[in-house]
C-alpha cells in the first residue's frame, strides 16, 4: 500500500516535499518513482529510484529542480520541489514496480498511490 501526503498549494519559484509512505511488502518494491497527471493530459513520469537509491532518474522538465530520495528505515519516498512553476501544478502519484528495477512508464508499475494535489500560482 501506498499513502501519498504532503501536497499543497505554492506560488510560482517556492518549494513543496511530497511523501509516499510504503506499507506491506516493501521489500519486494524493486522501483519507486513519482508520476503526474495535470487536467486533460497523460499520467506522465517525474521521478524514479532504484535499488534503494543507488540509481535515480528524471524527467527533463524537473532535472536540477527536483530530488527523488528514499528513507529505507521509515518505508517512505519522498520527491522534494524546488523552483517550482505554474506548469508543475498536478496530482502527484507515487507508484512502485514489484517485478523489477523499472518503473519510468506507469504501465511498469503495478503498485499505485491516490494521489496528491500540488498547485502552482
Known amino acids: 500500500q501506498l499513502v501519498e501526503s504532503g501536497g499543497g498549494s505554492v506560488q510560482a519559484g517556492g518549494s513543496l516535499r511530497v511523501s509516499c509512505a510504503a506499507s506491506g511488502y516493501t521489500y519486494s518494491m524493486y522501483c519507486m518513482g513519482w508520476f503526474r497527471q495535470a487536467p486533460g493530459k497523460e499520467r506522465e513520469e517525474v521521478a524514479s529510484?532504484?535499488?534503494?537509491?543507488?540509481?535515480?532518474y528524471y524527467a527533463d522538465s524537473v532535472k536540477g529542480r527536483f530530488t527523488i530520495s528514499q528513507d529505507n528505515a521509515k518505508n517512505t519516498l519522498y520527491l522534494q520541489m524546488n523552483s517550482l512553476k505554474p506548469e508543475d501544478t498536478a496530482m502527484y502519484y507515487c507508484?512502485?514496480?514489484?517485478?523489477?528495477?523499472?518503473?519510468?512508464?506507469?504501465?511498469?508499475?503495478?503498485?499505485w498511490g491516490q494521489g496528491t494535489q500540488v498547485t502552482v500560482s
Open positions: 507508484a512502485a514496480n514489484t517485478r523489477s528495477g523499472y518503473c519510468r512508464t506507469p504501465q511498469s508499475c503495478n503498485y
Open positions: 529510484i532504484v535499488g534503494g537509491g543507488d540509481r535515480t
